[in-house]
């Protein structure tokens, strides 16, 4: 017998034709504003990654105000929506799934396989890449958790966290911030706490970044924990402060610009890579750093060009296509109804 083709997935960065208008806990106006952030995210990463490939050529002391600025307000600050934005799809991918099989943590499990091998092979150009840990993160720790109550998914989100701020952040943040992701969407807070979110999260932030500039160089006060923070609270409330700006008559641009990067967030992301390697050379050149910034600006510019476009005529970015294709094992349709070859 043969299974239908399963259809859109709410889950998946290129989702299905999605109106503005507001809806319900993960309806249209959520999912749009769920892809603005991951949007969001994509144009902070271009940056910091295209700065982080520019850094490994040069020496420890050659650094200038560009580099001061990417460092202290960008560096660690996009990643922790991503990684929030993972485990809150996680929990639509699981209840999109369960609808259509009655194995939805096999397909699931199949899912992360098939992110796990793009991360391999994205491994191959960019050793500090993501895509793998997520999938195993995915595994190890989203996977289990969807079988806790939400009370324990929370006790361990919060746990998991608080520790790896402690000891310093960086990759070890993911499992805590995979948690916390998928607890909110199970369980979304009210919308008047936006605004007191930014409000509290922006000083946190501002006051922990200045406190680690004041103590980055003593040996006697160095944490790298108060760094970790800082950038947890900067994201935080770069978040809160991108979602706030969506209740303004801003929306209509900021989806424009920012959802399509979401939507095809993970064929922005990889292509991204190559790119910035082949201009490595002029960029180390470029002793003001500007150029990096500039390179950044011009290939989200395109990528937002190119995701408009190709959204006009597909469901999915390419490799969220093929992506899903092989999660759910069969070819799933792509071109929109309408659309001319």
Known sequence: MTR????????????????????????????????A???FAV???????????????????????????????????????????????FVLFLR??????????????????????LGAVHQVLNS????????????LV?????????????????????????????????????????????????GWLLPPAFVASAVLGVTLTWLWLRIANDPLLFHASVHAAAGLAVATAYGTGLLLLLRTRLRGPLLAV???????????????TPIILIFVPLLVADTTRLAGVAL???????QVLFSRAWLARFRYGPLEWAWRSLTWLERVPNRRIGSHP
């Open 258 to 272: 920012l959802a399509p990067l979401g939507r095809m967030a993970l064929t922005n992301y990889l292509v991204s």
């Open 43 to 89: 144009c902070g990463i271009m940056v910091v990654n295209t700065w982080q490939h520019t850094r490994e050529h040069l020496g420890a002391s050659d650094r200038n105000a560009v580099d001061w600025a990417i460092d202290n307000l960008l560096q660690s600050r996009f990643y922790p929506i991503f990684s929030f934005l993972f485990g809150l799809s």
């Open 142 to 190: 989203l996977l289990p958790a969807s079988f806790f109550p939400r009370p324990a998914v929370a006790v361990l989100g919060v746990a998991l966290t608080v520790w790896a701020v402690y000891q310093g952040g960086a990759i070890i943040l993911v499992p805590g911030l995979f948690l916390l992701g998928m607890l909110l969407m199970e369980r979304p807070p009210p």
């Open 37 to 39: 952030l991951r949007g």
């Open 96 to 117: 999109s799934a369960a609808e259509r099989t009655e194995h939805p943590r096999a397909v699931l499990l199949r899912r992360l396989a098939v992110l796990a091998a």
């Open 296 to 302: 950044s600006v011009a290939v989200l510019a395109l």
């Open 128 to 139: 500090g890449e993501v895509l793998l840990p997520y999938a195993i993160f995915g595994a």
């Open 4 to 35: 239908p083709t399963p259809p859109a997935d709410p889950a998946d960065p290129a989702g299905p034709d999605r109106p503005i208008e507001p809806a319900g806990p993960a309806g249209p106006a959520r999912l749009d504003a769920l892809d």
